[in-house]
């Protein structure tokens, strides 16, 4: 893809902008109940949306693609038991730290790896790895479904969430099935425009979606179209790596959630 003039942010670049808006995203969330204004939300709205995209960007450089789904997937374990660990001694009134974007990168990232699998497949005429990559394109919606179903029955309903602990589900995701826009920016990561028209349609979705289609509370209950923002970093990145952040979003996401929703109980926010 040809670098156009305007386009002067690179993966570092972008990773930082997504870093600074993510922290600003869950001050709101986690001292809302300390009088942090709701429009404060407004900033964490591009955020997974930015990451998505880097995810593809992530995916499809690394020179080990297994490698990269095993560490979204140990990030998705420990983000977990952390989480459960510090509410056990830590309680901002009834806000549950449901907080774990890995599971939404994982099971992007897991579609990405089924459908360059099923290519590769039909291109070598090797069935078992087209089937291969059926499995990690499907396997997580079943378990999904199964989640789901364990779900709405109190008596299997702990084994589900304990289940959700364990293995990445749509279900337990934070961004539910949307997470598959990442899907969308890698089958269009050659065409910047395709990419940037997937943002928009998601976006309008999702104003519909959450507001049962009367397109209403667009600047209070009803924000994540802002979505629609992350366009803009997308439009002006330009493909180059730039400085190397290797594992810091990995021990940055987590730690400073932790220690935000630590210091909003110590300071008895929602008590």
Known sequence: MQTKSYQVLNNFDIKVIGIILMFIDHVHQMFAGAGVPGWVDWFGRPVATIFFFMAVEGFTHTR????????????????????????HFFEVGNLALANNIFTDLFIAVLAMYGIQEISAGRRAHRTKQILTGVLAIIVPILV???????????????????????????????????????????????????????????????????SGF???????????????????????????????????????????IWLLYILASLMGVGA
Not at 198 to 206: D, G, K, S
């Open 64 to 87: 080990n693609q297994k490698r990269y789904m095993f560490q979204l997937l140990v990030g998705f374990w420990i983000m977990n038991l952390g989480s459960r660990i510090v509410q």
């Open 144 to 210: 999904s479904l199964l989640v789901i179903g364990l779900i709405v029955n109190p008596k299997t309903a702990m084994f589900a969430a304990n289940l959700g602990m364990v293995v990445p589900t749509i279900t337990l995701a934070e961004n539910s099935i949307f997470l598959y826009i990442g899907v969308f920016f890698y089958l269009f990561r050659n065409n910047r425009t395709l990419q940037c028209l997937t943002v928009l349609v998601f976006a309008l979705i999702n104003a519909g979606a959450n």
């Open 214 to 256: 009367a397109f209403t509370g667009l600047f209070t209950s009803n924000t994540q179209w802002m979505m629609i923002f992350a366009i803009i970093p997308i439009l002006l990145y330009n493909g180059q790596k730039g400085r190397s952040m290797k594992y810091f979003f990995y021990f940055f996401y987590p730690i400073h």
